[in-house]
């Protein structure tokens, strides 16, 4: 059956922040300046007040040629995670490997996007995301009779231009959100006697999802992301696609940008997203319902599936990769015709 999300309203009143701004009050309620969006990191996400409900992430999505990596390392307050996972889309075949720490003990995030080194190892699995100049550097090192190794540059552009913003449920409930899509990867990642070489040539991508709030217990969301070069008007465009949904229904807000050659436009819109539950490898349709800034259709050729469950915690994530394709309309005016865009679309629930 098609599952068809009704928008909520819009186009929104989003306000750009251009300063520096605490997210949060010192007794840990959202600060109701920090709400609005911006396209360099500006919040400091630092969390305060009661323990149990804060939630901190650094994700990073790498895709090449062949293959994809996922690098994440969580602090959900009761546990911490460290997560790798690294797939061949030619083979097919995928390695895993995910870490639990009880009440995130050692587990180190900073407060706000690139402010400090982050490094884990334990239990067969060394993982670390450390800002040098020009990019993030990634490594991994998954033990095993195949064992995996990974050291990806994620180049930083000159100029080029991110995501950051703030989700209100309320004030004790919300999330700031920093989405930074469409920067050059290189590097080599290594599975075996497999050898994967990421090169900054308009193939390999990293997408960094950096989250720190508050949130409900039951939540749900989409998210999509998706980069490549296209022709464009006068000569090849850098495009990066960077779409979500559900979970910013009804605030006022939303995550949703295109990043064209760097410069980032922000959509105002709650998007419709059309896909079927029951058959996740159909094409995927995200639109902006009251203008056609986003007409994009995503064509999956893998479903990344996880479930989980252990106690309060559970999860439900179908992660599929593929190509995204349509028109979009960046700041200017003028419809750019996007095809190819290799990402990811995604809908997870979640009990945390």
């Not at 995928?94 to 190892?121: E, Y």
Request: aromatic fraction near 10%; charged fraction near 25%.
């Amino acid at each position: 059956m098609s599952d068809t999300r009704r928008p909520h309203g819009g186009p929104h009143d989003e306000r750009e922040l251009t300063e520096p701004v605490a997210l949060c009050l010192p007794d840990g309620r959202l600060n109701p300046d920090a709400v609005g969006w911006s396209r360099t990191p500006l919040h400091d996400c630092r969390l305060p007040g009661r323990w149990g409900r804060r939630k901190r992430w650094d994700f990073w999505g790498v895709t090449g040629p062949g293959c994809a990596l996922n690098i994440v390392c969580a602090d959900v307050d009761y546990l911490g995670i460290a997560d790798v996972w690294f797939h061949d889309f030619d083979t097919g075949a995928s390695v895993a490997r995910s870490v639990p720490v009880p009440l995130a003990r050692g587990v180190a995030l900073p407060d706000v996007v690139g402010g400090a080194p982050i490094r884990f190892a334990a239990r067969g699995l060394e993982l670390s995301m450390v800002e040098e100049e020009g990019g993030t550097r990634l490594r991994v090192a998954v033990d095993g009779a195949e064992p995996v190794e990974a050291d990806v540059l994620v180049r930083r552009p000159e100029g080029h231009e991110s995501l950051g913003v703030v989700i209100p449920w309320g004030e004790r409930r919300y999330q700031y959100t920093n989405k930074d899509v469409a920067r050059p990867a290189e590097g080599v990642v290594t599975w075996g006697d497999r050898r994967y070489e990421l090169a900054a040539d308009g193939r390999s991508w990293g997408c960094l999802d950096f989250g720190r709030g508050r949130w409900p217990y039951r939540t749900r969301w989409n998210w999509g992301a998706g980069a490549g070069v296209v022709e464009g008007p006068d000569g090849p465009v850098t495009v990066g696609v960077q779409v979500g949904g559900k979970w910013t229904d009804g605030t006022g807000m939303t995550e949703n940008a295109l990043c064209v050659d760097g410069r980032l436009t922000k959509v105002s819109e709650d998007l419709v997203w059309t896909y079927d539950t029951t058959d996740w490898l159909r094409p995927w349709r995200v639109r902006t319902p009251r203008s056609d800034q986003v007409d994009l259709t995503f064509t999956p050729i893998h479903d990344k599936r996880s479930r989980l469950s252990l106690g309060v915690l559970s999860q439900s994530v179908d992660q599929c990769f593929g190509t995204w394709s349509g028109t979009i309309v960046p700041d200017g005016g003028e419809p750019l015709a996007v095809d190819g865009l290799f990402g990811w679309a995604e809908e997870a629930t979640w009990r945390w």
